[in-house]
Structures are given as structure tokens and as C-alpha cells.
């Protein structure tokens, strides 16, 4: 098993592709961000709240729980969506989540974003576990996950289901 090296790293992780690329979140984003801008489930519905919850993010981060990005789509520099991982990286395991806006969904920037972050999560981190969950019901997200490899590990209560990637076998 490769080690564990958890956040916070002493520069904030910049990773890229020909599409997209993954980058610290500033305040000056989340204007773009207000609409897709959630902590623990909760959903921001003003300026104020997502940036409070982006300081409790950044907080998360600094605490080693976890590393959240923004996804820039690189032709037009425009902040298109956020993944990363979250709720810690507890036995070399990370909880990967992501959101795109609307007018950007359906163009293959997410499945870039999750690659650069599956990445990251077992060369940097050295997880050995990748999950994430979703509503049953979020079609294009378990279409996502499956096309990533990851495989249905569990329905779970409030109409969830979890996806797991072992990365042991990538």
C-alpha cells in the first residue's frame, strides 16, 4: 500500500489537461459558483453563503479532510464546476464529488475533471479507495461514475447509492 500524504500541500495542487484544468477555488469565483456552491448538502442561495461556505471548504482543506477544486475549462478560462474530495482520507480512502454547471454539462469536461482528480487521489494522496455517492434517481451522475469504472457498492438510506473505484486494479 503506497503512503498516505494528505493535505494541506505547501502549494495549493494545480493539475491540467488539453480540456480542463483543477484549481484552488478564490472568493473572486464564487460569484459563477452561487448556483452549484453546496457544504454538506446544503445549498448556497446568496453571495454571503457561498463564500462562507468556501472559507469552510479552505478550512477543510487546511485541517487535511480534504481538497476541493475548481474546474476551469482552459479555451475560455471560465469556471465551469467544482470536484475534489471530501470528509477526510481516513485508511488511505477518499469520498470524490463533483458539480458542473447546467450550460456546461453534456461536453466531457466532468469526466476530464474526475480523471485528473482520480489521478491526483492515488498517485499524490495514495488512496487506495475511491467512492462517491448519489440520489438513485441522478442518472448522468451514475452514468458518469460507471463510464470511470466505478461500480455500485451499496443503495443507502435517503435514496442513495454508493459507487466505489478500488485503485488497486487501475
Avoid at 452549484?36 to 453563503?49: N, R
Avoid at 469556471?79 to 456546461?104: A, H, I, N, S
Avoid at 451522475?141 to 485503485?167: C, P, Q
Amino acid at each position: 500500500m503506497s503512503q498516505i500524504k494528505t493535505p494541506p500541500y505547501d502549494k495549493f495542487p494545480f493539475v491540467s489537461s488539453d480540456k480542463i484544468s483543477l484549481r484552488q477555488i478564490l472568493d473572486s469565483d464564487i460569484s459563477d459558483l452561487i448556483e452549484i456552491s453546496f457544504y454538506d448538502s446544503v445549498q448556497a442561495t446568496t453571495l454571503e453563503e457561498a463564500l462562507e461556505m468556501n472559507s469552510r471548504i479552505n478550512r477543510d482543506y487546511e485541517d487535511g479532510n480534504s481538497i476541493h477544486w475548481g474546474i476551469v475549462e482552459n479555451i475560455t478560462n471560465k469556471m465551469v464546476g467544482t470536484c475534489g474530495y471530501y470528509r477526510g482520507f481516513d485508511k488511505g480512502k477518499g469520498e470524490l464529488g463533483c458539480v458542473l454547471l447546467p450550460q456546461f454539462r453534456g461536453q466531457g469536461l466532468m469526466t476530464s475533471a474526475m480523471l485528473l482528480a482520480i489521478e491526483f487521489g492515488i498517485r499524490n494522496i495514495g488512496l487506495n479507495r475511491i467512492w462517491a455517492l448519489t440520489s438513485q434517481g441522478n442518472e448522468k451522475a451514475i452514468k458518469l461514475l460507471e463510464r470511470l469504472d466505478f461500480k455500485k457498492n451499496e443503495v443507502l438510506d435517503k435514496n442513495e447509492v454508493e459507487f466505489e473505484l478500488i485503485t488497486q486494479s487501475r
